[in-house]
Structure formats: structure tokens, C-alpha cells
């Protein structure tokens, strides 16, 4: 007993590193990545933060405390007020205009991994729920972490991506990802070996959906 956020990594570490250190990521950091496919993973990425935002409204409804609920208010407000705001910016400046966003196909990674988080959430407890969600905050907050930390790293007007980059490394989102991280330290120190399994195992499933939402990126899949 005695579980950390960190223990929910290290109990998946292949997957979580296949996730963080994608083709998807180390082509954007270098800034090789296609421009059709980073153009297609936008898209995709507006149709997830939209139901990412409804996954934590389903917090907000799950909670039973006033910290609790203060906790999933803050989650929102990061992905409706900060993650969204820019992402319809971007969205924007790649071409794609608000119409194109509201009519747009959903690719069945985005399908998946959407509802699972959400299928996650009502069938299981506020703690099932923020566990199915981690991988998306705190792996982003990682992912720049380890985008600047490699030697192959182009930053600036040299990366079309950068402004990407900034919003993940960004002290706003990286204060939702820490909040994220010390919410799930203090509730993970009290769960069982066998419930600390139970909850593994949604994490895992959570990082290979996020692999998979790369993957799509990356072939234009729908
Ligand atoms: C697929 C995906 N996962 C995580 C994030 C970060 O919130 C995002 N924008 N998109």
C-alpha cells in the first residue's frame, strides 16, 4: 500500500514510453512531421478536448466533496479556457475554420479512447475516472518535458509545431497536470494491492488508446 501516480507508470513503463516518445512526437519535435498529418491530428484533437471537457464535467457530477468538485471545476476550466481557447486558434491558423470543426468526421481512435475514459467514469468511481483520464494531462505535461529535454529538438520559427510545444510546456498547463498528479498521489496512498491493480489496468489501457490516437495522426486515418 502506499501508491503513487508514479507507481501507475511504472506498472505499464513500455507502454507509457511507446506513448510519450511516439514517431508522432519525436517527427513533431524534430519538425519533420507532414503537415497533413499534424493538419488531421488537430482535427481529431477538437473532437477529443470536447468530450475530455464532458469527461470531467462527469467528475464535477461524480463528486462528493467540495474539494473534489473544486478539483474537476479546475480540469475543465484547463481544457475548455486554455486547451480549447488555443486549440480553435490553431485550428485557425492550419486553415481549419470553426464550420470545418463542427462537422467533421470522428476517426474510430477518437471514438475509442473518448468513450472508454467516458464508459470508464460511469461504470466506475471518481477515482476510475481521473485514473482513465491522467494519461491525457499529465502524459502531455510529459511529453514536453521530454520533447526539451532531447539533443534533436528544433525550437522556435525553425519548427512550424512550436507554438504547440509552448501550450503543453506552458505554466498554466503544467499546473493542471501537477494538481492532476497530487490529486492521484493522495488517493492512490490509500487503495488495496488488489484495487491498485484494477486501477493499472485502466491506466494502461488509457496510455494504449493515447498510442493509438498518435498512430492515427500519423496515417490520416478516420
Ligand atoms: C489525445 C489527447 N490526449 C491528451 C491531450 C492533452 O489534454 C490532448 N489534447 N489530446
Not at 137 to 147: H, R
Amino acid at each position: 500500500m502506499g501508491y503513487r501516480f508514479k507507481d501507475l507508470t511504472a506498472a505499464c513503463h513500455d507502454d507509457w514510453r511507446a506513448y510519450l516518445e511516439h514517431d508522432f512526437v519525436r517527427q513533431l519535435a524534430d519538425a519533420t512531421l507532414e503537415q497533413e498529418a499534424f493538419r488531421h491530428y488537430l482535427k481529431q484533437d477538437y473532437l477529443f478536448l470536447v468530450h475530455f471537457a464532458r469527461a470531467y464535467a462527469l467528475a464535477a457530477y461524480k463528486s462528493r466533496s467540495l474539494a473534489d468538485l473544486r478539483h474537476a471545476h479546475e480540469g475543465l476550466k484547463a481544457i475548455l479556457d486554455l486547451e480549447l481557447g488555443l486549440h480553435v486558434g490553431f485550428c485557425r491558423d492550419w486553415g481549419i475554420g470553426e464550420e470545418e470543426l463542427d462537422g467533421l468526421p470522428e476517426a474510430r481512435a477518437t471514438m475509442a479512447y473518448t468513450r472508454y475514459v467516458l464508459d470508464t467514469g460511469h461504470r466506475g468511481d471518481l477515482l476510475d475516472l481521473h485514473v482513465a483520464l491522467a494519461p491525457c494531462l499529465v502524459g502531455y505535461g510529459e511529453i514536453a518535458d521530454w520533447i526539451n529535454g532531447r539533443a534533436g529538438t528544433l525550437r522556435g520559427d525553425a519548427n512550424p509545431y512550436d507554438a504547440w510545444i509552448a501550450m503543453y510546456e506552458s505554466d498554466e498547463f503544467q499546473a493542471a497536470r501537477r494538481a492532476e498528479e497530487a490529486w492521484l498521489d493522495a488517493r492512490l496512498a490509500e487503495v488495496t494491492p488488489r484495487r491498485f491493480e484494477e486501477l493499472a489496468t485502466v491506466f494502461r489501457d488509457a496510455t494504449r488508446l493515447e498510442i493509438d490516437f498518435w498512430q492515427m495522426g500519423l496515417d490520416c486515418a478516420l
